[in-house]
């Protein structure tokens, strides 16, 4: 006997959460008498003038008109959407840079033979002059500060220096780190400003052991020996011809591990080369920048320290129109702070810089590429947004940087516009600050930048002009979302910050998979360790938006106790929260276990109603207000899904008279769902308990309950008690039967 389709008030409360949360404030203020006299009124301008139609005022005076309407609220009306964009924003394969391999071919106080160096030229390498030491301590300390920059981005990974090599110690290095990395990605950095450019076969060139002659090193072997996957920095003249080289020999190593599986069908497949990522400082035939106003390694510095030569970039050219032209190089040097520091001076350009390159590529970029680029590892992130400010600063001296895979142009887009003003807001006020530093001040005044203020104004204009959300039927991305996420580390704006997000989240579920797929989740998540009463509403609305879209949250959530997140606010943002509450035990035993304590709690919420909240926002904002029927609604769903299937948690509510509570709400609630919600918790209830003599009297009892409500008016509530029943029928079947051929026999059926 299969049983009869249920309506499963959880899958109809899904279908609910769009606009649930969003327009319950709606429905209570549609009142049913407006909307008949509207639609009269309505349906009157349409009348030609020669009909005779009843006025108003005469059908009040009619029976009928008394009577409660009906299908009248916002749930009953069909909700339209748009064409969304699904977006796996969850990373299937995240990866981590566990090696790093750095090869210095310098051969410090030696040019190549291929270059013709300027006089004056450039020198500094890791910002270190390599000829204020001995040659052989200079490329160490370069190695050791290369490594310490690149050691900001990923303190735990394992660093190997390779000085002025041979071809066998590259082999060998690369051989270990592939060993030890197992399937983890390797970073290999060469610097190859002291060997000849890299020729047309696809070499690249190291020593021989005596330092007398350049010795090539192909393309086709360093791949063999570093494997995949892998990222490779290649800072040298003529670079792209590497990247050009490299799909080509990837796919000769590829069909070479195809033959050897023929007739090695057991090998196994390593991972192909072609997914391998490439960085390269210049184009074909193009010489790096030899400005002895810039570091030799102007490529890596880019790389490595963007702020640092973002700003001197920035005070080199001439072009540009600044607020202070008296700023020299030497003051740039001492802008106090570090840029792991939000609050300080340095620190704040680069928080600045990392929101701008971010929403650049977000804007710029499939989402697929910039989920794998921007998402999937730490380091390769940092290096593909300092990639983007390379492009634009190398270019400025003749130099295309490349990469692969292949980004669009980024170096125009009108964001930089706003990198610059941040720039030079803060170069303004460097002067006044430099003076409170000499005049021994440890922690100088300056005004905070406007940066992020700007871009949440921009947002919230954005949100407010209809005209700006659509364009050929079509939902517009917000430019300024990854700004907006970044906005949520920061204190001070935070809470501006999530008032804008849940308005945007509370255009639609594509709005939320937007959110998702930037990267929304993790900053969200970590906030639900936040303690601030200010922030519970807009969080507690967040989480149910992205809960409504994507229940696999429910395990993160639980790993980090968020629950108890939404049990807190159980008493001030009490529907959402009790919806949030439902979502995590919707089919999930660890929900499910974690919150078997507040099974007892929900009935003591149930037998406390309370006058219907008023929300303590701002007119122009989203609304938490609720009544008593949307938190009995949502807390019945909790505790009907919060039993199901799970023993431990029947018997709990057994001893908090479960069966008492739901009756009460079954035959005297006034609300339709959450009479419906009550049948559905029985439901669930009964489908749980195996057959026990013990608790044939208690599940009797409930039978009966639910019989007082087969003839409800309300054809979802008919349907639950239906299928609540049937779930009883499964239990006693020899004991129904036995009953009604009891009845036919004394011919009472």
């Not at 769903?637 to 079954?666: M, T, V």
């Not at 003599?693 to 087969?710: H, V």
């Not at 299928?723 to 499964?730: D, G, K």
């Amino acid at each position: 006997m299969s049983p009869p389709t249920s309506s499963a008030m959880t899958n109809s409360a899904s279908k609910q959460t769009s606009t649930f949360s969003s327009n319950i404030h709606q429905q209570q203020q549609h009142q049913s008498g407006q909307q008949y006299s509207e639609n009269v009124s309505y349906t009157l301008s349409n009348v030609p003038e020669t009909f005779y139609v009843t006025p108003v005022t005469e059908l009040e005076k009619l029976d009928d008109w008394k009577y409660p309407s009906v299908f009248n609220k916002l749930r009953h009306e069909q909700i339209d959407t748009v064409e969304e964009e699904n977006v796996e924003w969850r990373l299937k394969d995240r990866m981590k840079t566990v090696s790093v391999a750095l090869v210095m071919c310098l051969h410090i106080g030696v040019d190549p033979p291929d270059i013709t160096k300027t006089n004056p030229c450039s020198k500094l390498e890791c910002w270190i002059d390599p000829f204020s030491m001995t040659p052989r301590r200079a490329i160490e300390t370069i190695a050791i500060e290369l490594q310490r920059q690149y050691e900001r981005w990923q303190s735990k990974a394992r660093y190997k220096s390779s000085l002025d090599p041979t071809q066998e110690d590259i082999k060998k290095l690369c051989l270990t780190l592939r060993r030890n990395a197992k399937d983890e990605r390797i970073l290999f950095h060469y610097n190859g400003h002291g060997v000849p450019r890299p020729t047309s076969n696809g070499e690249i060139w190291v020593f021989n052991k005596n330092f007398t002659q350049y010795i090539p090193l192909s393309l086709y072997d360093l791949q063999k020996w570093m494997g995949s996957p892998s990222i490779y920095v290649f800072d040298c003249s003529n670079a792209a011809i590497i990247v050009n080289l490299f799909v080509k020999f990837a796919e000769q190593i590829g069909k070479e591990f195809e033959e050897a599986r023929r007739t090695t069908p057991n090998a196994p497949c390593p991972p192909l080369a072609t997914n391998d990522i490439l960085l390269a400082a210049c184009s074909e035939q193009e010489l790096l920048p030899m400005n002895a106003e810039l570091p030799a390694d102007l490529f890596t510095s880019c790389l490595t320290t963007p702020i640092k030569i973002a700003l001197r970039w920035y005070v080199l050219q001439k072009n540009i129109s600044r607020l202070n032209p008296t700023i020299t190089l030497e003051m740039i040097d001492k802008i106090p702070g570090t840029v792991t520091d939000r609050k300080s001076m340095l620190g704040e350009l680069n928080w600045i810089f990392t929101a701008v390159t971010d929403t650049i590529a977000w804007n710029s970029l499939p989402k697929e590429l910039f989920q794998r680029l921007f998402r999937q590892d730490l380091l390769v992130a940092s290096l593909f947004r300092n990639f983007l400010l390379a492009e634009r600063i190398m270019r400025s001296y003749g130099c295309h940087v490349v990469s692969r895979p292949e980004l669009p142009p980024m170096f125009e887009h009108t964001l930089w516009n706003a990198w610059d003003m941040a720039l030079d807001l803060c170069l303004k006020q460097l002067p006044s600050v430099l003076k409170q530093l000499e005049a021994g001040v440890r922690e100088p005044q300056y005004e905070p930048n406007s940066f992020f203020a700007d871009q949440l104004t921009a947002f919230q204009v954005w949100l407010g002009e209809n005209t700006l959300l659509y364009q050929n039927d079509k939902m517009i991305n917000p430019e300024q979302l990854p700004i907006v996420l970044q906005v949520l580390l920061s204190q001070s704006h935070r809470l501006r910050a999530l008032d804008l997000l849940a308005k945007f989240l509370d255009l639609g579920s594509w709005a939320v998979n937007l959110a998702l797929s930037v990267g929304i989740f993790p900053y969200v998540l970590r906030l639900l360790q936040a303690t601030s009463d200010d922030l519970r509403r807009y969080l507690v609305f967040i989480w149910a938006k992205i809960l409504a879209l994507d229940k696999s949250c429910q395990g993160d959530i639980i790993r980090e106790k968020g629950h108890d997140y939404f049990i807190q606010t159980l008493t001030d943002v009490r529907a959402l929260a009790a919806f949030d509450l439902t979502c995590l035990v919707d089919n999930n035993s660890a929900g499910q276990e974690a919150l078997l304590s507040l099974i007892s709690r929900s009935f003591d919420l149930l037998n406390t109603p309370s006058i219907q909240l008023v929300s303590s926002l701002s007119s122009n904002s989203f609304s938490t207000s609720c009544s008593d029927h949307d938190l009995f609604l949502w807390l019945t769903l909790f505790l009907a899904q919060c039993w199901k299937k799970n023993s431990n948690a029947c018997e709990k509510a057994i001893l908090s008279g479960a069966p008492d509570h739901l009756q009460q709400q079954l035959l005297n609630s006034d609300s339709a769902e959450v009479r419906a919600a009550s049948a559905y918790a029985f439901g669930t209830y009964l489908s749980t308990q195996e057959y026990s003599e013990k608790r044939i009297e208690q599940n009797r009892n409930i039978a009966t309950i639910l019989l007082t409500s087969i003839y409800d008016c309300s054809p979802i509530v008919r349907k639950e008690v239906l299928v609540a029943l049937y779930y009883f029928m499964n239990l006693f079947p020899v004991q129904i039967i036995n009953s009604i051929n009891g009845m036919i026999s004394n011919g009472q059926a």
